[in-house]
Protein backbone atom coordinates (compact mmCIF):
# COMPACT_ATOMS: atom_id res chain seq x y z
CA UNK A 1 0.00 0.00 0.00
CA UNK A 2 1.08 2.91 -0.90
CA UNK A 3 1.87 5.83 2.20
CA UNK A 4 -0.78 7.76 0.30
CA UNK A 5 -3.49 5.29 0.85
CA UNK A 6 -2.48 4.60 3.97
CA UNK A 7 -3.06 7.95 4.87
CA UNK A 8 -6.41 8.01 3.59
CA UNK A 9 -7.54 4.86 5.30
CA UNK A 10 -6.33 6.21 8.48
CA UNK A 11 -8.09 9.58 7.73
CA UNK A 12 -11.55 7.80 7.11
CA UNK A 13 -11.00 5.26 10.04
CA UNK A 14 -10.81 8.56 12.56
CA UNK A 15 -13.17 10.08 10.66
CA UNK A 16 -15.77 7.26 11.49
CA UNK A 17 -14.60 6.84 14.91
CA UNK A 18 -15.27 10.27 15.63
CA UNK A 19 -18.67 10.74 13.84
CA UNK A 20 -19.56 7.55 16.64
CA UNK A 21 -18.10 9.24 19.60
CA UNK A 22 -15.54 6.46 19.82
CA UNK A 23 -12.65 8.75 19.77
CA UNK A 24 -12.41 9.88 23.80
CA UNK A 25 -12.86 6.79 25.00
CA UNK A 26 -10.07 4.91 22.15
CA UNK A 27 -7.84 7.62 23.74
CA UNK A 28 -9.17 7.55 27.59
CA UNK A 29 -10.89 10.35 27.94
CA UNK A 30 -14.13 10.61 28.95
CA UNK A 31 -16.98 12.18 27.24
CA UNK A 32 -18.57 15.04 29.21
CA UNK A 33 -22.55 15.62 29.14
CA UNK A 34 -23.73 18.56 29.49
CA UNK A 35 -26.67 18.61 32.53
CA UNK A 36 -30.11 18.80 30.83
CA UNK A 37 -32.85 20.39 31.95
CA UNK A 38 -36.36 19.69 31.04
CA UNK A 39 -39.26 22.40 30.81
CA UNK A 40 -42.43 21.98 30.22
CA UNK A 41 -45.09 25.14 29.47
CA UNK A 42 -48.57 24.11 29.88
CA UNK A 43 -50.88 26.61 29.48
CA UNK A 44 -48.52 29.27 28.62
CA UNK A 45 -46.81 29.17 31.83
CA UNK A 46 -43.60 26.71 32.57
CA UNK A 47 -44.80 24.29 34.82
CA UNK A 48 -41.65 24.04 37.38
CA UNK A 49 -41.89 25.31 40.66
CA UNK A 50 -38.64 26.96 39.95
CA UNK A 51 -38.85 29.91 37.88
CA UNK A 52 -34.81 30.45 37.67
CA UNK A 53 -31.96 28.23 36.00
CA UNK A 54 -28.82 28.94 37.75
CA UNK A 55 -25.45 28.44 36.34
CA UNK A 56 -21.74 29.53 37.05
CA UNK A 57 -19.87 31.35 33.85
CA UNK A 58 -18.45 28.46 31.86
CA UNK A 59 -20.74 25.55 32.64
CA UNK A 60 -22.23 23.92 30.02
CA UNK A 61 -26.36 23.04 29.73
CA UNK A 62 -29.08 22.16 27.39
CA UNK A 63 -32.77 23.14 27.96
CA UNK A 64 -35.11 20.99 26.82
CA UNK A 65 -38.61 22.42 25.97
CA UNK A 66 -42.17 20.54 25.77
CA UNK A 67 -45.06 22.98 25.21
CA UNK A 68 -48.73 22.28 24.71
CA UNK A 69 -49.07 25.49 21.75
CA UNK A 70 -46.77 26.74 19.11
CA UNK A 71 -44.19 29.21 20.46
CA UNK A 72 -40.57 30.98 19.89
CA UNK A 73 -38.60 31.19 22.76
CA UNK A 74 -35.84 33.81 22.99
CA UNK A 75 -32.76 33.75 25.58
CA UNK A 76 -32.12 37.05 25.75
CA UNK A 77 -28.36 38.69 26.67
CA UNK A 78 -27.41 35.04 24.47
CA UNK A 79 -29.52 35.61 21.46
CA UNK A 80 -30.65 31.79 21.22
CA UNK A 81 -33.93 31.08 20.16
CA UNK A 82 -35.96 27.77 19.56
CA UNK A 83 -39.20 27.52 18.10
CA UNK A 84 -41.56 25.30 20.21
CA UNK A 85 -44.24 22.95 18.61
CA UNK A 86 -46.93 20.69 20.83
CA UNK A 87 -45.51 17.71 18.10
CA UNK A 88 -41.66 17.95 19.05
CA UNK A 89 -39.01 18.45 21.96
CA UNK A 90 -37.28 21.67 21.40
CA UNK A 91 -33.63 22.46 22.63
CA UNK A 92 -31.33 25.19 23.72
CA UNK A 93 -27.94 24.36 24.31
CA UNK A 94 -24.63 26.79 25.02
CA UNK A 95 -22.19 27.58 27.44
CA UNK A 96 -22.78 30.13 30.04
CA UNK A 97 -20.20 32.93 29.23
CA UNK A 98 -21.18 35.80 30.41
CA UNK A 99 -22.30 36.56 34.14
CA UNK A 100 -26.13 38.22 34.54
CA UNK A 101 -29.78 37.62 34.87
CA UNK A 102 -31.25 36.55 31.53
CA UNK A 103 -35.24 36.00 31.07
CA UNK A 104 -36.18 33.37 28.49
CA UNK A 105 -39.58 34.96 26.67
CA UNK A 106 -42.59 33.52 25.04
CA UNK A 107 -43.07 35.85 21.83
CA UNK A 108 -45.90 34.63 21.03
CA UNK A 109 -47.42 35.20 24.39
CA UNK A 110 -47.31 38.91 24.43
CA UNK A 111 -42.93 38.74 24.99
CA UNK A 112 -43.55 37.55 28.71
CA UNK A 113 -40.82 35.85 30.35
CA UNK A 114 -41.58 32.56 31.40
CA UNK A 115 -39.01 31.69 33.57
CA UNK A 116 -34.83 33.07 33.97
CA UNK A 117 -31.42 32.21 33.94
CA UNK A 118 -29.18 33.45 36.04
CA UNK A 119 -25.22 32.88 35.75
CA UNK A 120 -22.97 33.33 38.17
CA UNK A 121 -18.82 34.59 37.89
CA UNK A 122 -16.64 32.33 38.60
Not at 16 to 21: P, Q, S
Amino acid sequence: MTPMIARRHCLRAITACVAVGAIPSAIGLAAKKRPVINLEIRKRKVTADEKTIRLTEGEEIQIDWVTDEAVELHLHGYDIYALATPDRKVSMSFRAHTAGRFPISAHQFGHRTVIYLEIYPK
